[in-house]
């Protein structure tokens, strides 16, 4: 096997000795070696034996470009490097994913493999990247083991939130690689804090030291639905995707989140209080209900009219034509959050979908809305974000506030989310 490349870098020629738990994201490892690598780091890697059911010790080794190590007693290994050897040779010990198993492992000194039996003889620096269902992260034992591994001064990086691989959505994915190199780089300089990359937060145990922690946060999501009739309804093809994800973001980042969410067909996110709705009017009362809070941020497509006269029975071909519907309109719950004279909260985020002239209509919207930052987005199928941002899973946005605009790059809305996130608690903290 070729030994690393160096490239030239103040860090070298500083080792990572990564412990790869036994978890889905494990796949994940591949790249994140990749980047270390890039930056002309050395990374030996360390395998559990579940780690073997999702990331051959062929495809870390050829993406660490050293031997894989993986039992305790292996006697060619111990000729050539001893197990505390190991330790000894990394300037940083790195576990990911840490899973829930190997967290309580680690909390309670068992040293029943190669991997766990590192750990307790590392005198290194330690950074976990915790990666697992989102019940098994909020569990008691996991948040025990999560604060005592604190007490102890190893690390966290994330998890962070989205999808997961059950199914399921909330906090408990695994930072985003580039989000755990940065933490590398930091630990490897000397700093103790680890600053807030996006993707996840450096302190996700409850220590209370979260940047949204003792905030309350009210975000809406998805369509409404404004009846015609008791079968039919004026709506938008908002999928919530978007407003989902910033809650959950919230949530992760220490906030008490509340989500008024319209009609959607996705799980309601873990560890928010979601209040169900179906129209603008109900949508109003959610929110009403819900304050104050510290951040409001709408990210609801709600709809700008309803129908006047709501039919009591189905409308019936023959009896009425659709095109004499009345249309009345929806109170504007943004501008009624922004225009508060009483516990208006500290920031009022809007959202502006547009189809043409995004950046002049979203601009108009901040000021005729009065919030603090607009986040504009191309709704067309024809703009910035390929297939279009309703119901995809990226979306491209321009955060306008009143000193000017920031584009962002096209993402993933659960990176846009956690972005969106870190940038409205360091406003907060100003
Ligand atoms: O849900 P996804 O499929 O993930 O798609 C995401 C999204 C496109 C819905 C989202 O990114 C987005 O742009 N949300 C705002 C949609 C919208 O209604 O935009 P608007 O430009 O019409 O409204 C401007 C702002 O006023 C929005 O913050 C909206 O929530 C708010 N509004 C609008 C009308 C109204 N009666 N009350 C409001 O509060």
Known sequence: MQPNSLQPNSLQPKRILLIVGGGIAAYKVLDLCRLIRRKGLLVRAVMTKTAGEFVTPLSLGSVTGDKVYGELFSLTDEAEMGHIELSRDADLVVVAPATANLLAKMAHGLADDL??????????????????????????????????????????????????????????????????????????SGDTLIPLPDGAWADAGDSGRRPLSGRHVIVTSGPTHEPIDPVRYIANRSSGKQGHAIAAAAAAAGARVTLVSGPVALPDPFGVTTVHVETA????????????????????????????DVAGQKLKKGHGNPSELTLVENPDILAGVARRTVARPRLVVGFAAETT??????????????????????????????????????????????????????????????????????????
């Open 115 to 188: 991997a766990t039996t590192l750990l307790l003889a590392t005198d290194k620096k330690v950074l976990a990247a915790p990666a697992m269902n989102l019940r098994m992260w909020a569990h008691p034992a996991t948040r025990r083991n999560v604060e005592r591994l604190t007490a102890d001064g190893v690390t966290f990086i994330g998890p962070a939130s989205g999808s997961m691989a059950c199914g399921e959505f909330g906090v408990g994915r695994l930072a985003e690689p580039p989000a755990i190199l940065a933490a590398i780089e930091t630990m490897l």
């Open 281 to 308: 009017r109900e949508m109003q009362d959610a929110v009403d209900r819900a304050m104050p809070c510290d951040i409001f941020i709408g990210a609801a497509a709600v709809a700008d009219w309803r129908t006047g």
């Open 357 to 430: 002239d995004v950046l002049a209509h979203a601009k108009a919207k901040l000021a005729r809305k009065g919030c603090d930052l607009i986040v504009a987005n191309d709704v067309s199928t024809s703009g910035e974000t390929p297939g279009g941002v309703m119901g995809q899973a990226t979306n491209t946005v321009h955060l306008i506030d009143r000193d000017g605009i920031e584009s962002w790059p096209t993402m993933g809305k659960e990176a846009i989310a956690e972005r969106l996130v870190a940038r409205l608690a360091a406003m907060l903290a100003k």
